[in-house]
């Protein structure tokens, strides 16, 4: 695991698009794995400056999203394909069949046979819970589950009210990619920013491997980056 502590979030953004434009030019034809949420906005920003200056091209991706709420239309404002949408897809050249989220409808195992079929995830983005989720793998999931629906936890669902109008209107339950899934991945690239992470990451990265902090698993994974901002690296023992 390479960890690296940058001094703000600009700069935590700024290098993991350089991690994922240089992945996606050794290999254009890859299969991408995206995250959403706060964190990985300025990176989606910083890779759409690279694509409009010509140093990227999205052309030949195949993506695959972490995970969607149930509950909610495609086109609802809150919806993960209306993020990824709004704040990355629609601005690049990405090809619309090519895009890929946890079915909210079918059946979830049919995400894993594509992801398979793929020949697996070459860069997974990840973000991190407050409470050490990745995806919407709650604490308690297994390190061997697969895409499932999940209940959400009243922390996560506290955290993401930010989104909604009310409290009440943030979906109760979501589809998400397992943690097996996920550790199949060939490479991952972990981003956490702001103190209120700052808690998971050190139980994430330092802390013993357990089912109860789900970023715990990658430190038994053989390729990831973990890119952090000070406030996000806190406290951390090594620096
Ligand atoms: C989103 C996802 C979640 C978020 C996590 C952090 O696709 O899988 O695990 O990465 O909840 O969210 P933010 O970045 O909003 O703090």
């Known amino acids: 695991m390479v960890i690296d502590c940058l001094e703000n979030y600009e700069a935590m953004s700024s290098r993991a698009a350089d991690v994922v434009a240089s992945a996606i030019s050794e290999k254009p034809t890859g299969v991408f794995g995206f995250a959403t949420g706060s964190t990985p ?10 694509y409009q200056r010509g140093e990227v091209t999205f ?5 695959i999203n972490l995970d ?8 609802h404002e809150q919806s993960y394909r209306f993020f990824m949408q709004h704040n990355l897809f629609g601005h690049v050249d990405v090809q619309p069949e090519c895009v890929h989220f946890p079915p909210v409808n079918g059946e979830p195992a049919a995400f894993d046979d594509l992801i398979r079929n793929k020949k697996g995830i070459d860069l997974q983005i990840l973000g991190l819970g407050s409470n050490g989720h990745i995806g919407f793998n709650e604490p308690g999931s297994a390190f061997d589950s697969r895409t499932r629906v999940v209940e959400l936890e009243s922390s996560t669902i506290r955290d993401n ?7 009440r209107d943030v979906p109760r339950q979501a589809v998400t990619m397992g943690i097996k899934t996920i550790l199949e991945a060939h490479q991952i690239l972990l981003l956490a920013s702001g103190a209120n992470k700052a808690n998971a990451v050190a139980r994430s990265l330092e802390g013993p491997q357990t089912e109860n902090v789900p ?4 430190q038994s994974h053989p390729n990831v980056i973990v890119l952090l901002d000070e406030a996000a690296a806190a406290r951390l023992t090594t620096k």
């Open 68 to 75: 969607e709420y149930i509950g909610l239309s495609a086109d």
């Open 59 to 63: 052309s030949k991706l195949t993506t």
């Open 41 to 50: 906005v300025g990176l989606y920003k910083s890779l759409i400056a690279r």
């Open 161 to 167: 009210a930010r989104f909604f109008e009310h409290q």
């Open 215 to 218: 970023g715990s698993c990658l």
